[in-house]
């Protein structure tokens, strides 16, 4: 609801996670979907995917870790998409180069869009949100439409 943002996926190097992802989308489940946190200090993620709008809930499977980066400085740079670990469903867009421990498969990159991920991350977290730095973005983000192209 913000801009067209398109992730270019990595299936040979996170292949289960990657048809994870193009099987929901096929199956119409990002279709409407919150990102549900937003977090702007320490690391810098937009996180969407989750079953419910407050970021709860799972889709009844897991998934394996692929394409871990090493150890390290700003190991998850800007641009960077990666599962989160909270549910199978759940990715977070990188906006600012992160440091996380190496425990979220890489599955791809943002390759436009980043100005509406940056807009959104601009806005900051809903006030009232009980850590000003990760929370419920200000500026509500659905994602009206998800396909897969190839």
Same mark, same amino acid.
Request: charged share 15%; aromatic share 6%; hydrophobic share 35%.
């Given at each position: 609801?913000?801009?067209?943002?398109?992730?270019? %996926?990595?299936?040979?190097?996170?292949?289960?996670?990657?048809?994870? &992802?193009?099987? %929901?989308?096929?199956?119409?489940?990002?279709? @409407?979907?919150?990102?549900?946190?937003?977090?702007?200090?320490? &690391?810098? !993620?937009?996180?969407? @995917?989750?079953?419910?709008?407050?970021?709860?809930?799972?889709?009844?499977?897991?998934?394996?870790?692929?394409? %871990?980066?090493?150890? @390290?400085?700003?190991?998850?740079?800007?641009?960077?998409?990666?599962?989160?670990?909270?549910?199978?469903?759940?990715?977070?867009?990188?906006?600012?180069?992160?440091?996380?421990?190496?425990?979220?498969?890489?599955?791809?990159?943002?390759?436009?869009?980043?100005?509406?991920?940056?807009?959104?991350?601009?806005?900051?977290?809903?006030?009232?949100?009980?850590?000003?730095?990760? @929370?419920?973005?200000?500026?509500?983000? !659905?994602?009206?439409?998800?396909? &897969?192209?190839?």
């Amino acid at each position: 609801n913000c801009g067209r943002i398109t992730i270019a %996926l990595d299936t040979e190097a996170a292949p289960k996670n990657v048809n994870a &992802i193009a099987f %929901l989308t096929d199956q119409g489940y990002y279709s @409407g979907n919150f990102c549900h946190r937003l977090t702007t200090a320490g &690391i810098f !993620v937009l996180q969407c @995917g989750a079953p419910g709008a407050d970021g709860t809930g799972d889709v009844g499977f897991t998934l394996p870790d692929e394409n %871990l980066p090493k150890q @390290g400085e700003q190991n998850y740079p800007a641009g960077s998409v990666a599962m989160a670990n909270t549910a199978s469903s759940q990715i977070f867009l990188v906006y600012q180069d992160t440091t996380l421990p190496p425990s979220y498969s890489l599955v791809g990159t943002v390759k436009q869009g980043m100005d509406v991920v940056n807009c959104v991350a601009a806005g900051g977290v809903q006030p009232g949100s009980s850590d000003a730095s990760d @929370g419920t973005p200000a500026q509500p983000i !659905v994602i009206k439409t998800a396909s &897969i192209e190839n």
